[in-house]
């Protein structure tokens, strides 16, 4: 009586069927995770501004604060001092966000008049990631911040030792 190895029987339509479920496991989340961040990215152009900046919540900071989206998943956040940020025009934020970038190769605390400001500002550099629908990166706190984007928005939260402060920034454009 001949004997059949039923483990080769149909073993090449088997490993045909393998290999194409292996390759969309592999391929598929790649083309969809490029395309989400290729919708990302198009809400990062120009800058966002804290909501409150030239009121109560910059004078109890101390400071206006903007954040701008570069190139490569880079981030920056820009502190100005108040009362002297209610001086600063939207150009000229745009210009000082884009002679820092140009100043750190890698993450950075710069602090400077970039040759625009009449006083200092501070501005932080960091990589920036993606969880899910969320950006996350490093800000200076325990744990990492994380930004969730709206329509012409974005939200800005960062941890606390009893809730997280949701802080909104509202998107300006740039020429």
């Known amino acids: ?50 909501d409150g900046n030239n009121g109560s919540p910059a004078k109890a900071a101390g400071n206006n604060i903007y954040i701008k989206f570069f190139e490569n998943r880079w981030l920056g956040m820009m502190f100005v001092p108040y009362p002297y940020a209610i001086e600063v025009d939207v150009p000229v934020i745009a ?3 884009k002679a820092a970038r140009k100043q750190a190769s890698s993450a950075a605390f710069l602090r400077g008049k970039y040759e625009l400001l ?31 984007l709206g329509d012409g928005f974005l939200e800005l939260i960062k941890p606390g030792v009893i809730n ?6 509202s998107h300006v454009a740039t020429p």
């Open 164 to 169: 997280e402060h949701i802080i909104r920034y």
């Open 118 to 148: 009449s006083e200092p500002a501070t501005i932080q550099i960091e990589r920036y990631g993606y969880l899910e629908d969320r950006i996350v990166f490093e800000c200076g706190s325990l744990s990492p911040c994380t930004i969730k």
């Open 1 to 50: 009586m001949q004997k059949t190895n039923y483990c080769n029987a149909g073993s090449s339509k088997f490993k045909g069927i393998l290999l194409g479920l292996l390759l969309a496991a592999v391929a598929l989340p790649g083309s969809v995770w490029s395309a989400q961040q290729a919708e990302t990215r198009e809400n990062l152009s120009g800058f966002y501004s804290r």
């Open 95 to 97: 210009k000082v966000f």
